[in-house]
């Protein structure tokens, strides 16, 4: 049940109200109109934007409207109250009975109270890590890597159908790279010196396992080969043993892929996609040759002065149109990007979400670009970037450097820290914003650390339970939706109440602006009103969840806990993140 909904459909029988009496023109567009929570709870229950979004429509002025239409919302068995505020604003207050029925929705529907039908089974790609296999995951991947995980997630509870997609950067100069760093680890298990690696291979010793791998299956045998011939051995056994690893790293985190998509399979395949994605955006006159004329500014890295083949990305709002072929007649990586996403679209993906890091930032324009010629228009591509993340120690910096080889892998953090911990943190700022993720702070118990304050409401919920059956053995089995919520009159739980009806609203918000961390923070207020409810008791014990001389009452507040601990489950649920019973 989604309260909010509710409310909304009463303002717009309101507003038909109005215009078959005549007081406002017939056929206004309602779409704009949204009921929320008022920025300041002392002024109602919900909020509407309906006078403000309607009045030039009707011809009115705003707070004239409002006038007209709070009055009719006031009419409502159910509304206590219906006030204009401000320009416009009309504030609406509900008798304590909606957010009763709200509750007893909740404790019907358990762990789907909050799951919808907004996606109507539309197909999503969301793809997200797409880390080069060149070594193990960092820390800036795990951010990328949950937040794509936790908003395939809310997308899934949302109604969509979702698939989960890792891109394999496996063409390109730093796979070569890697294949010759891989060699000299192959020479390392042959028994050969090969000193200081040199400067642009990479250094780390997670390659050991690679060069013994190759000695195993080869011998001795790639020495005599030149390079043409056994780097793309090698290149093929680094890559496995690669992606081996990230996978396990992912798995640490409880992060899984539907779809692992190979780039090299777009123009080694059976057929070149690459090639036939530019034959066809030519034949609708989007690729010619031609020279493009120097950058102004900052130098443009694929700008060449000669004649090549170009996208017209300029046609699709990017600032200059795009190569699609080096100077030695292979493809630029926007090339196969290009082919892709087309690929993405043929699968039958219109929607499809990126998620890379904001070092990608420049880029993103011509992918839209890229995506609206491809699909003809009806594709949609939201690229979400991942700021950097600053990896800290009691507040001290901790170095990273993938090329020098000593890095703090997200495995390190991973184990030291715990999954929920990496999760939560990396959900609980912006993508876009920076993220401090100090190795300390995250594993303290106090109100401060957001994942354990979340976390420790779930467990006080399951205590709630265990000191209930010891006062009341069995009383367990007796909590259900038929609880008297009326009882519960008290304005802590009253706002608890409210925060709850909020859910199922602040669910389809996040996953329609593609942005988890908003549940991240939903859980945090919903934790720190139920830990204010406990604290409450402490000092007014008719407050407390168990009334020994209250069977009733004790039901009533029992099936609000466990409505509480249910919404927690799922808010963590949808995070990736556990809700455990106890907390040692």
């Not at 090698?234 to 990230?246: E, F, G, Q, S, T």
């Not at 950058?295 to 090549?308: F, H, L, S, T």
């Not at 401090?436 to 409401?457: G, R, T």
């Not at 739980?493 to 199922?504: C, D, G, S, T, W």
Request: aromatic share 8%; net charge negative; charged share 25%.
């Amino acid at each position: 049940m989604n309260i909010f909904d509710v409310l909304q459909a009463r303002v717009v029988d309101a507003l038909d109200r109005l215009s078959h009496e005549g007081v406002i023109p017939a056929g206004l567009d309602a779409s704009r109109v949204v009921v929320e929570p008022p920025r300041d709870a002392s002024h109602g229950d919900f909020a509407t934007n309906a006078a403000m979004v309607l009045a030039k429509e009707a011809k009115t002025n705003p707070r004239a409207l409002a006038e007209k239409l709070a009055a009719v919302l006031a009419e409502a068995p159910d509304v206590t109250a219906a006030e204009v505020a401000g320009p416009g604003f009309i504030n609406i207050r509900v008798a304590p009975r909606v957010f009763a029925e709200v509750m007893k929705a909740a404790a019907t529907l358990r762990g789907d109270f909050g799951r919808s039908r907004l996606g109507a089974g539309r197909k999503v790609n969301v793809e997200y890590v797409s880390a080069n296999p060149t070594g193990p995951m960092h820390v800036g991947h795990g951010r990328g890597a949950v937040f794509g995980d936790a908003l395939s997630e809310l997308l899934a509870f949302t109604g969509h159908d979702v698939t989960r997609e890792y891109y394999i950067n496996d063409a390109g100069a730093q796979v070569e790279v890697l294949a010759r760093s891989a060699y000299l680890r192959y020479l390392e298990a042959l028994g050969e010196p090969v000193g200081e690696i040199p400067e642009g291979l990479y250094p780390g010793d997670y390659l050991k396992p690679v060069g013994v791998a190759l000695k195993d299956r080869h011998g001795a045998a790639l020495k005599a080969m030149d390079d043409a011939e056994r780097l793309p051995l090698i290149r093929d056994v680094a890559i496995d043993m690669m992606m081996d690893m990230i996978r396990a790293d992912l798995a640490r985190l409880s992060i899984r892929h539907d779809v692992f998509f190979s780039e090299r399979s777009l123009s080694k395949g059976a057929t070149d996609a690459i090639a036939e994605t530019i034959a066809d955006l030519r034949t609708r006159d989007l690729v010619y040759e031609g020279r493009l004329p120097p950058p102004k500014g900052a130098p443009v890295e694929d700008w060449e002065d000669r004649e090549q083949t170009l996208f017209r990305a300029t046609a699709f709002g990017d600032d200059v149109d795009r190569p699609l072929l080096k100077s030695d007649g292979s493809y630029t990586y926007f090339a196969s990007d290009i082919a892709y996403h087309a690929s993405k679209y043929c699968r039958g993906f219109a929607t499809m979400i990126d998620v890379w890091g904001a070092d990608h930032g420049g880029y993103v324009k011509r992918m839209n670009a890229a995506v609206a010629a491809v699909t003809g228009g009806n594709g949609e591509l939201d690229v979400k970037l991942c700021q950097l993340v600053r990896l800290l120690r009691a507040g001290e910096p901790v170095k990273m450097s993938k090329r020098a080889g000593d890095f703090v892998t997200l495995r390190d953090v991973v184990d030291e820290v715990g999954s929920d911990a990496v999760r939560f943190m990396m959900l609980f700022r912006k993508n876009d914003a920076t993220l401090d993720f100090d190795l300390a702070k995250v594993i303290e118990q106090s109100k401060d650390n957001p994942v354990f304050y979340v976390q420790y409401a779930h467990a006080r919920c399951r205590s709630v339970f265990r000191q209930a059956e010891q006062a009341f053995p069995g009383i367990s089995e007796a909590i259900g939706p038929d609880a008297d919520f009326t009882r519960l009159d008290d304005s802590a739980e009253q706002e608890l109440f409210r925060r709850i009806a909020q859910f199922p609203r602040a669910v389809e918000a996040a996953a329609t602006a593609h942005e988890p961390h908003r549940i991240a923070f939903w859980l945090y207020e919903l934790a720190s009103e139920f830990h204010a409810l406990w604290n409450k008791g402490k000092e007014a014990p008719h407050l407390r969840y168990v009334i020994e001389g209250d069977r009733d009452l004790t039901i009533a507040r029992l099936a609000m806990v466990r409505t509480v601990m249910d919404v927690l489950a799922a808010g963590l649920s949808i995070l990736g993140v556990s809700a455990p019973d106890e907390m040692r």
